[in-house]
């Protein structure tokens, strides 16, 4: 038994009285189904993994999330589709990324979103007395990720850095602790006589892979100021810039 002549689709199913499996004619839409009925499967999986749904007993609320995870997941398959044949932003093929391409469209997705409505109540970002009212009125914090809008518009520069632990030796027992490490904002001056090095240690890191060691420390500038926490020489440029410490990564 084969397919009738009307359907160019044919499945294979096992027959009553034959032990293997026969050739039937199928409608069209037996094809498409074969080919996407995993996307309910998908689309559970994606809703589990990057919600932006919130606990509460209010169901229209829970209704507008999941429309919403719905309306994201859905932009999220067009941009890939769109990166997949070189249309659109260049940027947008590292969407395409099976490991984190999808969570880093996530962030992506809300850091326009963000930019895009401070800028539409934020008409000139240079004049901080037209900042509105709903927005943080103090000082800024310092940020280091050059994406957000404040980090663009470079009101966020400054040091900033994240909470640390490094590994103390307890001079009397010898045991080992970990211990909390939170630098400062300002600079002080270092004590001299301990200080190993007195070269910009930032200006030595953004020579990395240029030059030999000794070149690299003649081209650092000569600094006895720094962080008191980070023991480290910095100097008045970088400090204004922001650096970079192992201990103290920026977000």
């Not at 009553?16 to 199928?26: F, Y």
């Not at 249309?87 to 093929?93: A, S």
């Not at 070269?199 to 500038?221: A, I, L, M, S």
Request: charged letters at 30%.
């Amino acid at each position: 038994m084969g397919p009738s002549k009307g359907s160019d689709t044919a499945v294979q199913r096992h027959v009553k009285g034959k032990r293997q499996r026969v050739n039937l004619s199928a409608p069209k839409v037996q094809r498409e189904y074969a080919k996407y009925f995993n996307a309910v499967d998908r689309n559970d999986r994606d809703s589990s993994d990057y919600t932006c749904s919130i606990r509460t007993t209010r169901w229209y609320l829970r209704v507008f999330f999941w429309l919403l995870d719905r309306v994201v997941l859905s932009l999220y398959i067009i941009v890939c589709f769109l990166a997949q044949h070189n249309i659109g932003d260049d940027t947008w093929k590292r969407f395409r990324n099976r490991n984190g391409g999808r969570r880093k469209f996530q962030i992506a997705l809300a850091l326009e979103l963000i930019t895009f409505a401070i800028e539409l109540d934020w008409k000139d970002p240079y004049h901080e007395n037209e900042k509105p009212r709903w927005m943080r009125q103090t000082a800024y914090i310092p940020c280091g990720c050059k994406k957000c809008f404040f980090c663009v518009k470079g009101k966020t520069a400054g040091v900033h850095h994240n909470k640390s632990t490094i590994v103390m030796t307890s001079p009397g027992s010898g045991r080992k602790r970990r211990r909390g490490v939170q630098c400062t904002n300002y600079r002080i001056s270092l004590d001299r006589q301990n200080m190993k090095t007195t070269y910009c240690r930032q200006c030595y890191r953004r020579n990395k892979g240029k030059h030999g060691n000794e070149r690299k420390k003649k081209e650092c500038k000569k600094t006895y100021m720094g962080c008191p926490a980070c023991d480290e020489p910095i100097c008045e440029d970088c400090w204004k810039d922001g650096y970079d410490n192992v201990l103290h990564k920026p977000y």
